[in-house]
């Protein structure tokens, strides 16, 4: 039996680094969603690396949506729904990964990563079905 399969991949965010552009995507084929890791890419639009991190299974995909670069250009921070990873930019390396966050910002000194998202009860709509959160994390080590 032959089956196709379509892969579809989709930016979700970019970030501008000493490196290059950091694009968080997402690809999807079949019935799996796995967030992608930023992809640097350097002169003349060369990929350095990239990373999937994938989601333990869940109700629903999951998908970047946000990237970040630290002020000195050596991390990738990417969330979206679901989870938080910290990359080395230079080698595509993961330093850390947290669950959850929906954005991500650092710190001008580069040593925090604030990270916020919220949740929602399927049971109940409107603000009452919701939660949100806000965390910060030590930009080394998670």
């Known amino acids: 039996m032959h089956r196709q399969i379509r892969r579809v991949l989709a930016a979700g965010g970019a970030a501008l680094s000493a490196l290059g552009i950091a694009v968080?995507?997402?690809?999807?084929?079949?019935?799996?969603?796995?967030?992608?890791?930023p992809q640097p890419s350097g002169p003349p639009g060369a990929q350095l690396w990239i990373q999937r991190y994938k989601l333990p299974p869940r109700g629903g995909p999951g998908y970047a949506q946000v990237v970040a670069v630290s002020p000195r250009g050596d991390k990738v921070y990417m969330t979206g729904e679901g989870a938080t990873?910290?990359?080395?930019a230079a080698t595509g390396a993961r330093l850390w990964a947290s669950h959850g966050g929906a954005s991500v910002?650092?710190?001008?000194?580069?040593?925090?990563v604030f990270v916020t998202g919220g949740t929602s009860n399927p049971g109940q709509r409107g603000p009452q079905g919701t939660d949100y959160a806000t965390a910060a994390y030590n930009a080394a080590t998670g």
């Open 105 to 112: 910002a650092v710190s001008p000194d580069g040593a925090k």
């Open 85 to 88: 990873v910290a990359y080395s």
């Open 24 to 37: 968080a995507s997402v690809a999807c084929g079949g019935t799996t969603t796995a967030p992608q890791a």
